[in-house]
């Protein structure tokens, strides 16, 4: 069973630029989790979708940020107009549901570097 | 609102020897999740071991093991038998019982390094 994917794993772009990062979930899985990782510090939340609904957004800033669960494809996490503050290691988790015993299964992360 | 603390940003240990990497905590809530990943170099976030605050036994996982002092909101890990792959950036991270509250907290980490 493979685990949570993620892509690109390394991904730069210049100011002003958009990004893509992906996630495709463990099999069986429907319930993604996005955290950012700024440098030297532990993971932040920032959202919490399941297949066409976005559940929990109050940790994604509310500008140039957003994301999606499509019903067929993997998560995506979208940023316009970057800058240099969202430099950052995104990872993504997925669990097979929300109940707080659900293990969350992380990807390997995208490391987003802006110039 | 919960806080993870580590006061601990780096810690040493020879291989073959044990160490422990400390962590608190601070929540209002008497029933509570908490867990210990391990990030390699590799930057994968890997589970090592988990803990239920209603659970008075401290868990293990092999060479893995934990002394949860509830009252003190304390829970470190203890690695035995240090091997060089468990260098890695080790985080403690909290969750809430409650089922609407998906989000884990996490302390800022702690760098294992071990010395051959």
């Known amino acids: 069973n493979a685990g949570v994917m993620q892509n690109p794993r390394h991904l730069v772009r210049r100011r002003g630029q958009e990004a893509r990062l992906r996630c495709s979930p463990m099999?069986?899985?429907?319930?993604v989790y996005w955290y950012r990782q700024l440098p030297e510090e532990g993971l932040k939340f920032m959202v919490y979708l399941q297949k066409e609904n976005i559940i929990d957004e109050s940790g994604m800033p509310k500008e140039r940020f957003s994301a999606e669960f499509p019903k067929e494809g993997p998560s995506i996490l979208r940023i316009q107009q970057v800058v240099r503050g969202d430099s950052a290691a995104y990872f993504c988790a997925s669990s097979t549901g929300f109940l707080s015993y659900n293990e969350q299964f992380f990807g390997p992360g995208t490391r987003l570097t802006v110039l | 609102a919960q806080t993870v603390t580590q006061s601990q940003p780096e810690m040493s240990v020879q291989e073959a020897e044990t160490v422990t990497l400390s962590c608190t905590y601070d929540?209002?809530?008497?029933?509570?999740?908490l867990f210990w990943y391990k990030q390699p170099p590799s930057r994968q976030m890997i589970l090592v071991i988990r803990q239920e605050a209603y659970k008075q036994q401290n868990a293990t996982e092999n060479r893995f093991s934990v002394n949860f002092q509830k009252a003190a909101k304390s829970f470190s890990l203890k690695i035995s038998d240090s091997q060089l792959g468990d260098a890695a950036m080790y985080f403690c991270?909290?969750?809430?019982?409650?089922?609407?509250?998906?989000?884990?907290?996490w302390g800022a980490g702690t760098k294992l390094i071990i010395k051959p």
């Open positions: 099999k069986g899985h429907s319930h």
């Open positions: 991270a909290y969750r809430s019982p409650s089922d609407s509250n998906y989000q884990l907290i």
């Open positions: 929540t209002s809530e008497s029933d509570y999740y």
